[in-house]
Nanobody, 121 residues
């Protein structure tokens, strides 16, 4: 099994930056892709960005315009860690951010417990 632990969330003023980290452990050889999702109060969880083992990134169409140029997903395979660099944060970025890992041999995707990001105006 895969375990995911997120960190790096917190309270920041609008315009500030945060870097979220997601460290994977366990059966990491089964992971093909990882991603960041977010869930704002009263809203459904939505994909923000994903990255493959080879480093190919994608940003969800639903958030692409709002995060373009501000959010960057990256990964360090040596550390089994995925990052989400978030700059120029806006109050509407406030949400719980979840890390997700999936792979062809995994029975189902694995989720972390989430990390709260709060952006004050």
């Amino acid at each position: 099994q895969v375990q995911l632990v997120e960190s790096g969330g917190g309270l920041v003023q609008a315009g500030g930056s945060l870097r979220l980290s997601c460290a994977a452990s366990g059966s990491i050889f089964s992971i093909d892709r990882m991603g960041w999702y977010r869930q704002a109060p009263g809203k459904q969880r939505e994909l923000v960005a994903g990255i493959t083992l080879g480093g190919i990134t994608n940003y969800a169409d639903s958030v692409k315009d709002s995060v373009k140029g501000r959010f960057t997903i990256s990964r360090d395979n040596a550390k089994n860690t995925v990052y989400l660099q978030m700059n120029s944060l806006k109050p509407e970025d406030t949400a719980v951010y979840y890390c997700n890992a999936g792979g062809a041999t995994m029975k189902s995707p694995t989720w972390g417990r989430g990390t709260q990001v709060t952006v004050s105006s």
